[in-house]
């Protein structure tokens, strides 16, 4: 498989650029249930929507915005700097939305490797990107009400919930949360 920039490593994870070979995962992902639930249906069913999902959608924000998800893969002790690192176990990063001032970030992981603090650990690490290496002075998030594991990995991120709004073409009204870049933090 060849290299995918690393965007960050944690103890146990690393996190690189997506690529159009990660559409098999992406197609698993999105049609998880919880996925479907709070996120809701893209509309990905095969391998080739998925490689769209994946250019249209992280790919095209690499390009535009120069951050967007990325894949989350466990760490190998051997790894090499690139993707060797093992197969994904969820993706984490920071979108642009529509209606959104600041980088939203983002997480989904497939029930195998829920509960096991990949996506807190994955999201510290993207906060520290967002705030550093991209020089952020905000980033935010949001939920839908109901997604109870998603508003616990915010606030214990320190995120502050900061209200209710309506996004363009998204449907239900979701909780906004919202983080400031750390005083002392510098850019990277």
């Not at 990107?129 to 009400?145: E, S």
């Amino acid at each position: 498989m060849p290299a995918s920039p690393i965007i960050a490593q944690t103890p146990r994870l690393t996190l690189s650029l997506l690529t159009l070979e990660d559409a098999p995962f992406i197609l698993q992902l999105v049609n998880d249930a919880q996925w479907l639930a709070f996120i809701g249906d893209k509309g990905v069913r095969t391998l080739d929507d998925a490689r769209a999902y994946l250019r249209d959608g992280p790919l095209a924000m690499y390009a535009q915005h120069g951050h967007g998800l990325y894949r989350v893969a466990l760490r190998d002790s051997g790894n090499k700097g690139d993707r060797s690192a093992g197969p994904p176990v969820g993706i984490c990063g920071l979108v642009r939305r529509a209606g959104l001032d600041d980088a939203d970030i983002g997480f989904a992981l497939p029930p195998a490797h829920r509960g096991q603090g990949y996506a807190l650990e994955a999201a510290r690490a993207v906060l520290e990107h967002g705030f550093g290496a991209l020089d952020l002075p905000r980033i935010v998030a949001i939920t839908l009400p109901h997604n109870a594991p998603s508003r616990r990995l915010l606030e214990g991120l320190g995120m502050n919930l900061q209200r209710t709004l309506h996004l363009p073409a998204d449907g239900p009204e979701k909780l906004l949360y919202a983080l400031e870049r750390p005083a002392g933090a510098a850019p990277g």
